[in-house]
């Protein structure tokens, strides 16, 4: 059996390329944090068949250590880099996309002598995995689970841990997480049924209306946070489309209730949720609230700002660090990996292409995702926004307001100064008049 080692921090793309890896080409796959652990392996076990690597790992040169130290040492590894546009040698090849988890896959089979005709005769693994996570928004499944056991390098004994039917409790959830467990597994026929379930499960609990407003919140954090990670590992799939399209609504329908602005913000920055759904439902109701104040005639405009508050930071959603970078300046201080630098630079635009896949999204809301940290093009940041059309110089106040209201929030000080900041980053007569709305609101409702 081929020995391959993986270097990846994306938890989906290590998803991705682990499940595919094992299960398709039937390698020993062994996972590795960053150069110097994977070093020390080859430093016992020389007869690595790939390593596959990021470029870089944090401010390491991952891929260029490695590299140097199978030449210093002869060795016969192959390397694959991930996010790296440099020219392919006799054994280092080069994937400029650094998610192209496909070709990853494609590229190990012919490194390994891997053929169309024996891929097609593996047999799929009986159980896949489910990230823990997952059950925390359920009372019960449609389907048996289990807990997967390592017996020996090469096999795994996988124990019944909840029937089909069953009641369970969150805290039995909670327990395996606190014990580091990531996933839980489910029989390979039961997936598809499995996915639709959950979803429905999800929207059933958003859209029933004796919740409570906090217990809304709560479940939409949730729910959110699964919709995003399915969308980028999945795409839009019936059940993706249905679950997204429920949180964006409640979104809108939350602000339509809420008599004020300040309330709801204020239970979201307060709630038990992950900081990017908090962002991007503050997003959304500062927004619309502004779009309210300023009489805006587009009937589409609440769900448009909502679809794009959903979306704007999906590409960021494993590393919440650098969705909180919000200018060039930032951006540079940061000194971040190539790919990280890029991830940072292109997701608005990658994030406003990925959008104009979804069937239901509105027309304009890809272009206000395109210009949330204000260039015209999605990509990196940009103060000169005057010609930029009017729903998306709103969302980026409301952006930056929701940025800076967080970071006072985690640093333990007042937001009092917020809008004057905003003044002075967008200057002139139309921005002073969509800052000033901001303002007036905020004044009047005590916040």
Request: proline share 4%; charged share 25%; net charge negative.
């Amino acid at each position: 059996m081929a020995q391959v080692i993986l270097i990846e921090s994306n938890k989906t793309l290590n998803d991705l390329i682990s499940i595919n890896l094992t299960t398709y080409l039937g390698v020993d796959l062994i996972h590795r944090h960053n150069a110097v652990d994977t070093i020390n392996l080859l430093s016992i076990l020389p007869t690595v068949d790939l390593i596959v690597t990021n470029q870089a790992v944090r401010n390491e040169p991952t891929a260029q250590l490695i590299e140097n130290y199978i030449i210093a040492n002869k060795l016969n590894t192959n390397l694959i880099v991930l996010g790296s546009n440099a020219k392919s040698f006799d054994n280092v090849l080069h994937i400029s996309d650094p998610k192209n988890w496909e070709q990853v896959v494609k590229i190990t089979a012919k490194i390994l002598g891997i053929n169309d005709s024996v891929i097609a005769r593996r047999i799929l693994p009986d159980y896949v995995p489910i990230p823990v996570r997952y059950f925390l928004n359920l009372d019960n499944v449609n389907c048996d689970v289990f807990i997967r056991i390592k017996k020996s390098p090469t096999e795994y004994q996988y124990i019944k841990r909840i029937h089909n039917g069953d009641n369970f409790s969150k805290d039995s959830i909670h327990r395996y997480i606190q014990q580091g467990l990531d996933d839980l597994y489910i029989p390979k026929d039961a997936k598809n049924n499995f996915a639709t379930y959950l979803s429905n499960q999800l929207v059933n609990k958003m859209e029933n209306p004796h919740l409570e407003i906090n217990q809304k919140i709560q479940i939409m954090g949730e729910s959110y946070d699964i919709a995003v990670r399915e969308v980028l590992k999945l795409g839009f799939t019936s059940e993706t489309i249905q679950l997204t399209e429920v949180i964006i609504q409640n979104m809108v329908k939350n602000f339509e209730k809420s008599p004020e602005m300040s309330g709801l913000l204020h239970k979201l920055i307060n709630s038990d949720t992950g900081l990017l759904f908090q962002r991007s439902h503050m997003n959304s109701v500062v927004a619309s609230e502004m779009v309210k104040n300023l009489k805006i005639k587009d009937d589409k405009a609440f769900e448009k700002i909502a679809y794009a508050s959903f979306f704007h930071d999906i590409f960021l959603t494993d590393d919440e660090f650098l969705s909180k970078i919000n200018s060039n300046e930032e951006l540079e201080q940061a000194a971040l990996p190539d790919k990280e630098w890029d991830k940072v630079f292109n997701h608005a635009l990658d994030a406003a292409n990925l959008l104009r896949k979804h069937p239901e999204a509105p027309t304009g809301s890809d272009e206000i995702i395109k210009n949330h940290h204000g260039a015209s093009n999605g990509n990196g940041f940009s103060n000169s926004i005057d010609t930029l059309p009017m729903l998306s110089k709103i969302f980026i106040i409301a952006h930056n307001f929701v940025l800076e209201l967080i970071r006072f929030k985690e640093l333990g000080g007042e937001p009092k100064p917020i809008t004057d900041e905003l003044f002075k980053r967008y200057p002139g007569p139309e921005m002073f008049l969509l800052i000033k709305s901001l303002e007036n609101t905020l004044k009047k409702k005590n916040f």
